[in-house]
């Protein structure tokens, strides 16, 4: 079975390294987007199992992002991470926007599960 592969979409880098560093010790391929156009030129020239894409960024927020994918790569799927509570996702998630979300502050464990649900499980080394 093949790594699967996670586009994280952060500004904020500790929570990007966190992740590289967590989901890699799971056995996952991750690889970091500080930003909108960043993600989107990987999205574009790369293939990915999933997209890890905080709300709330400087450039553009990720509802523009998660739109601008849904359009090019519909089958990618697409969970935000928030820490805003105050929007719909769950209207987001039957719109087809995303596939899913993860409040911030986070545990592992909910990226665990979440991760689970997703994508298939690495093969062991």
Request: some cysteine; overall charge negative.
């Amino acid at each position: 079975m093949k790594t699967a592969r996670i586009l994280v979409v952060d500004d904020e880098v500790d929570i990007c390294e966190l992740l590289r560093t967590l989901l890699g010790l799971e056995g996952y391929s991750v690889t970091v987007a500080e930003n909108h156009d960043d993600a989107l030129r990987r999205i574009h020239e790369e293939n990915w199992d999933m997209v890890l894409l905080d709300v709330v960024m400087p450039d553009r927020d990720g509802w523009q992002l998660a739109r601008a994918i849904r359009e090019t790569r519909p089958e990618l799927p697409v969970y935000f991470m928030t820490a805003k509570v105050d929007l719909d996702y769950d209207e987001a998630v039957r719109e087809g926007v995303i596939h899913g979300y993860l409040y911030k502050p986070f545990a592992f464990d909910d990226i665990q599960d979440l991760l689970q649900q997703a994508l298939p499980r690495p093969a062991a080394n």
